[in-house]
């Protein structure tokens, strides 16, 4: 078997996991329409990529507010978790572990997309700048378009949305997950709350990186009381290079991402959540990150820790091997390759993936890749 350290089965939480091979959280904005409704076509998708050892959906807004992109899936009305009922059903009737990404993009929004026309809310009003949000501009049709310009919200509405992140991670159990992840990467609101660069509140959620890190704290608690600590992983993409490329492709980047990131590892470590999921820069020829950046994460976390971008299985056998995280995700190779661990273990050619189809539309680029030899 090609890369066999790879196909080592682990625990994760009550899980033993087949392999090493995750397929991470990839936005495909193919929703069910009015009502962002995960369907049946979802459920397709998401069983034949089954053959992970470890799945984490695509992000689900947790309320209204917290969509950014057209047509993607939520976790907050009763339709919409009888939808991902129907994803768990089918991956569980394959074998595979299946977690729920909690999503709340704040800022990163256009009031198109905002109950009733409302501006996006943040931690301070402060648009962001360098990246896109996409809005339907027809039935099915839609463009990008700049984000709007964010509201800084009310001290009392903190505490409302951790109350919602609460209460979707409830919505995911109830629906069938095993677990679920939260998005604190990408520039959306928990790493909003995080970065100076958006963050400019002069109460206890703002100012020190200590009192930046409150929110994070505090949704990631409520979350692992609601369901378990064994059950919650959390999602950062710590940025070391300050380029406006870094800015488009994965949101805020830190003055200081060593020290920030690493103090939030260990707000989560005193939690003592099951997993890391560290996002790297994954455009040609980026930048890796550093090893001592690996080194004082394996340190500081005694979880479990998936690293992803643009990765090989030559690469991430090396980042197994030199002990630095457990699994590794592959994005684009799963999109384009529903049997990619197959394809890793026989040293099978992967199809090339057809970025004209990632985002919305129809089975086309969705679910008709095919397996080798077929």
Sequence with gaps: MEYSTLFNPIRLGPFTLKSRIVLPPLTRSRSTQPGNIPNDLMATYYGQRSGAGFMVTEGSQIEPRGQGYAWTPGIHTAAQVDGWRKVTERVHAEGGVIFSQLWHVGRVSHTTLQPDGGAPVAPSAIQAQGVSVFIETAP?????????????????????????????????????????????????????????????????YGGSLENRLRFLREVTQAVADKVGKERVGVRFAPLFQGTDEARVYLGLVEDDPHGTYVEAVKVLEDIGIAYLSLAEADWDNAPELPETFRVAVR???????????????????????????????FGRPFIANPDLPQRIANGWPLNPADPASMYGGTSVGYTDYPRFGT
């Design 140 to 204: 099915g049709v839609g463009a990008l378009a700049e984000p709007s310009m964010p509201r800084a919200l009310r001290h009392e509405e903190i505490g409302e949305l951790v109350a919602l992140y609460a209460q979707a991670a409830e919505n995911a159990i109830a629906a069938g997950f095993d677990g679920v992840e939260l998005h604190a990467a990408n520039g959306y609101l928990i790493n909003q709350f995080i970065s100076a660069h958006s963050n400019q509140r002069e109460d206890e």
């Design 299 to 329: 340190e500081a976390f005694s979880g479990l820790i998936i690293y992803a971008g643009k990765y090989t299985a030559a690469r991430g056998e090396r980042v197994i091997e030199k002990g630095w995280g457990d699994l590794i995700a």
